[in-house]
């Protein structure tokens, strides 16, 4: 089992027709995923790689019948793409774009409410059920189909993860990089909820990183929600205050967002924490119900 | 992007945010005239990007023209040392000099990001002057937020609550409210992502000021605010990070030994947490970005490398979609342009890892190849050492 995207996701692709869009999209499909049309603004009716275009996501949605769409246009227009799909109606809208400005976003969270369109990022490698579907730009074939779910505010660093798991024979129900900008769509919380109720999931792994307090949040939630066993990691126990690491979201401020304090909420509210990021897939391996070790 | 205070008041004044008459000076003699023009009492402040300046002794009173010459002299090429600057402290290249104000109270009035509601939060205290990160700690309940709803923007019914919420005298409201819907139209105006005004300041004689500003801009927004752009001062950045923004690296300069070359955020974080796992020490946090061309690969080891500190480089590269083999054609050409003369590791992983070590070790350069990222950082770590010894 899995959750959000399956072998029934209809994927439109917003910026389809760019360098980027096309190059991923094409690695989808190779993937297994069922790209169903394309939206650039003023190349409707054409055709491309095989893919149907249309000048908007109102048309395509009605045309070519897609619940889902993934977002490739730069960041300037980015915001605007995700109110389109989301007045669309899909169920589902990853945006892969780096550098959507903050208070563009803040108003793409005001559109959103009490519409059913759930969002996944800005910033972020997507989503993937192994086997099933894949939305965005990781590789796929490092995953293999399982029962532990993944979710995380990074993306090279949810590939190790998902290749330590992988390596040692522990596949993933569904990897989510939620991203890693300050204000996202899709929070830790709401995807351990939504693995909460697959049954399909036995286990989650749960990659956080310095700045802000989204993990302490989850760990919160974990104690108080979850009987299926989480293994956390934090990223940036030796990153100093007030320096922003890469992602937008990544700076310790204020005393706020130290991996120290993370870890210790995380081991309190009973996950198990892989202090050392190569010990991420033994330490799932040790908490997977019904492991051998 | 930080800027001056200089400059976050002249951004305040222009929003109708009122701040204390007063000009930047980058002479003693400057520093000087602008005193006279002013009469009276003045301030001389320091212009650096970090805090604390006042208790570092770079922010002094002057009670004639005279004397603001003095301290403008003795502020002006100062290394000003503050618990923000680091030990080494930064070099003042210009003050700002101020009408001296009368204090009667002082209050805290701040506008930031929440990232858990996704709103703009606008907070007021009536413990101004002080670090609000301390009240914030110890006295949670004297920070007043008003949430901000988007697109409508700061209410005037919520300045106001926040207003009266600090005791301040109901004929001061109507100014105190004006105040902040100012403050509010510069954050949203300029993409801010903080505005503090702290001390917000009464004076003996009932009217209200911005002390001291500080705002900070949302690098994503920058694009569409040249005016704002413009503000940006490189004096107060290190050279090789500036470098290094130049060539699209995410490059921060840390203190320790051991060079680091990864793609993506999370990733170089969790191999400098690995390093120091260890018994090593990263020298920086460097992100090649998702795409390690030899091009980017040669740019980043020249910045590693303008690190006189470091004595090994660990270069650990997850190349998911990208073949390892090209990775390794990159690094390995980065490396001979470049005659390096400290070891290397390399941990490579992703499709073509194979042909990608067999590059790597056919090449001749004295590189040693890591499975996995324990093996890398224990390997960079003990390079690291021995070339010390």
Do not use: W
Request: hydrophobic share 40%; with cysteine.
């Amino acid at each position: 089992m899995s959750i959000l995207v399956d072998q029934d996701t209809r994927l439109i692709v917003q910026g389809l027709t760019g360098r980027e869009g096309t190059f991923h999209t094409l690695q989808c499909v190779r993937y297994g995923t069922r790209v169903v049309a394309g939206v650039t603004p003023g190349k409707g009716g054409t055709v491309h790689e095989g893919i149907p275009v249309f000048n908007g996501m109102a048309q395509a949605c009605r045309e070519a019948g897609g619940n889902a769409s993934a977002i490739f246009v730069p960041p300037a227009v980015a915001a605007d793409a995700i109110m389109e799909a989301v007045d669309a109606g899909v169920d589902l809208v990853v945006c892969i774009t780096e550098g959507i400005p903050t208070l563009d976003m803040i108003k793409v969270r005001r559109f959103m409410a009490g519409k059913k369109s759930r969002l996944i990022g800005p910033n972020c490698p997507g989503i993937i059920s192994p086997g099933k579907c894949k939305i965005g730009i990781m590789p796929g074939a490092i995953h293999r189909e399982g029962p532990v779910g993944v979710i995380s505010r990074s993306g090279t660093l949810t590939y190790e993860a998902v290749q330590q798991l992988s390596s040692r024979g522990i596949g993933q129900s569904t990897c989510i990089g939620i991203g890693g900008d300050p204000i996202i769509g899709t929070s830790f919380v709401d995807a351990l909820r939504l693995f909460k109720e697959d049954p399909g999931t036995e286990a989650i792994v749960l990659i956080g990183e310095i700045g802000g307090t989204a993990e302490e949040a989850a760990a919160r939630y974990v104690r108080s929600h979850l009987s299926k066993p989480v293994v956390g990691f934090i990223a940036g126990q030796t990153a100093p205050p007030g320096r922003r690491m890469g992602h937008a979201g990544a700076i310790i401020s204020g005393g706020q967002g130290t991996a120290e304090e993370k870890i210790r909420l995380m081991e309190e509210c009973g996950l198990q924490v892989a202090r050392s990021p190569a010990d991420i897939g033994e330490t799932t391996a040790r908490i997977l119900p019904g492991s051998s070790s | 992007m930080k800027i001056h205070e200089f400059q976050a008041k002249a951004i305040l004044s222009d929003h109708g945010v009122p701040v204390p008459r007063g000009k930047v000076a980058d002479s003693k003699e400057k520093a000087r005239e602008i005193a006279s023009d002013l009469g009276g009492l003045v301030v001389v402040k320091a212009q650096i990007h970090a805090g604390g300046r006042g208790k570092g002794g770079g922010v002094r009173l002057a009670r004639s023209p005279e004397e603001a010459q003095e301290v403008a002299d003795s502020i002006l090429g100062m290394q000003l040392v503050t618990h923000q600057t680091g030990p080494e402290g930064q070099s003042v290249k210009r003050v700002l000099v101020e009408e001296g104000l009368k204090i009667q109270r002082e209050f805290y009035l701040g506008i930031a990001i929440d990232r858990d509601a996704g709103k703009v939060v606008v907070m007021a205290s009536r413990e101004g002057g002080v670090e609000i990160e301390k009240v914030a700690a110890e006295t949670p309940d004297l920070i007043l937020k008003e949430p901000v709803e988007p697109g409508l923007g700061l209410t005037p019914f919520q300045a106001r609550k926040l207003a009266f919420g600090l005791d301040l005298p109901a004929r001061l409201v109507p100014d105190a409210v004006r105040f902040m819907l100012a403050l509010y139209r510069a954050f949203q105006d300029t993409d801010a992502s903080l505005a503090e005004v702290n001390p917000l300041l009464l004076t003996e004689d009932g009217r209200l000021y911005a002390l001291d500003a500080k705002i900070n801009f949302d690098d994503n927004a920058l694009y569409r605010h040249p005016h704002v752009r413009h503000l940006r001062d490189t004096d107060e950045e290190d050279p090789s990070e500036i470098e290094a923004g130049k060539h699209g690296l995410n490059y921060i300069k840390l203190d320790g030994n051991v060079g680091c070359m990864v793609n993506g955020a999370g990733l170089a974080m969790a191999t400098m947490d690995i390093i120091k796992l260890a018994g090593g020490s990263p020298a920086n946090f460097l992100d090649v970005g998702g795409g390690a061309t030899a091009e980017q690969v040669r740019n980043a080891f020249g910045i590693i490398l303008s690190d006189a500190n470091v004595k090994a480089v660990l270069i650990n590269i997850f190349g998911g979609i990208m073949r390892c083999d090209i990775v390794a054609r990159g690094v390995v050409e980065a490396a001979k342009a470049m005659q390096l003369e400290v070891p290397i590791v390399v941990r490579l992983e992703g499709t073509n890892l194979e042909q990608g070590r067999e590059i790597l070790e056919a090449s001749g350069l004295s590189l040693t190849v890591a499975s996995g990222m324990q093996d890398a950082a224990e390997k960079v770590v003990r390079l690291a050492s021995r070339s010390m010894a």
